[in-house]
């Protein structure tokens, strides 16, 4: 067996043994989500992810601008007609910078949400930001470096940090979809707010990623409306 395998092996032995210990927590601190685990128990938390086209980090916040204020649908839709701008995959900073922005346009992005890519783009591009640097930030700091980009807030961030990077510990209290997903399993009369959202999220620490997971997973699988 090579060194490679090895390392691949003891990975999936310590991914087991994190996500056991994920559950066992979830299932103790919240009994909507005890009863969500228990329903499925060979659920793969990142089987969404998976759905989604490989993401950097400007990928990952393409993603997410796109999907902002549009439903699951909606936003699966738009970023097949981006990708087949680009053969198929999503831009890069440089790529996106080559099109013309009308081209955006068509492909169903607003005005707003174009000149809010392109400036990420122009960041990525001149080195005024540098995504190596932007990967290893820790969480608050990762928002803040974002967020000061007109039209990218702490959805679209929080979003980046739990897509493109995989982090534990991200909630997205303002993504319509988890919204959604929590109105239905917690029987709630009408969306929660994006306080509600984190009070709620609040005993699922330092899982809440993995929590999010299992709640997006529905919206993914059931969402064809649009927002």
Same mark, same amino acid.
């Not at 056991?20 to 329903?39: M, T």
């Not at 999907?67 to 680009?86: C, D, H, K, N, Y």
């Not at 005005?111 to 290893?136: H, M, Q």
């Not at 534990?168 to 209290?173: C, F, I, K, R, S």
């Given at each position: 067996?090579t ?22 927590h ?33 990928? %990952?916040? $393409? ?6 204020? /549009?439903?699951?649908? +909606?936003? *699966?839709?738009?970023? @097949? =007609? ?24 068509? %492909?169903? $992005? ?6 809010t /890519?392109?400036?990420? +783009?122009? *960041?990525?591009?001149? @080195? =005024? ?30 979003g980046?940090?739990?897509?493109a ?8 209290? @303002? ?15 009408r969306?929660p ?25 529905s ?9």
């Amino acid at each position: 067996m090579t060194e490679r395998e090895h390392r691949s092996i003891a990975g999936d032995a310590s991914r087991a043994a994190w996500l056991k210990r994920a559950r066992a927590h979830l299932r103790q601190a919240d009994p909507v989500l005890a009863r969500i685990i228990d329903r499925d128990p060979a659920f793969d938390p990142r089987a969404w992810l998976d759905e989604l086209p490989p993401m950097d980090v400007y990928g %990952a916040a $393409l993603f997410q601008v796109t999907g902002q204020q /549009l439903s699951v649908a +909606a936003t *699966r839709r738009t970023i @097949g =007609r981006i990708e087949a701008l680009f053969d198929g995959h999503l831009p890069s900073p440089s790529e996106l910078l080559a099109v013309e922005p009308t081209q955006l346009r068509t %492909a169903g $992005l607003s005005w707003r949400k174009i000149d809010t /890519l392109r400036d990420l +783009a122009e *960041r990525l591009s001149d @080195g =005024r930001l540098n995504e190596e640097a932007l990967a290893v930030l820790p969480d608050d700091d990762f928002i803040s470096a974002l967020t000061a980009i007109s039209g990218i807030g702490p959805w679209t961030a929080q979003g980046v940090l739990l897509v493109a990077l995989r982090r534990e510990d991200v909630v997205l209290p @303002g993504d319509l979809a988890l919204r959604k997903a929590i109105r239905n399993a917690y029987q709630l009369d009408r969306l929660p707010s994006e306080q509600q959202v984190l009070a709620i999220a609040e005993q699922w620490r330092p899982f809440r990623s993995l929590a999010t997971s299992y709640l997006f997973a529905s919206a993914f699988e059931g969402d064809t409306t649009e927002a």
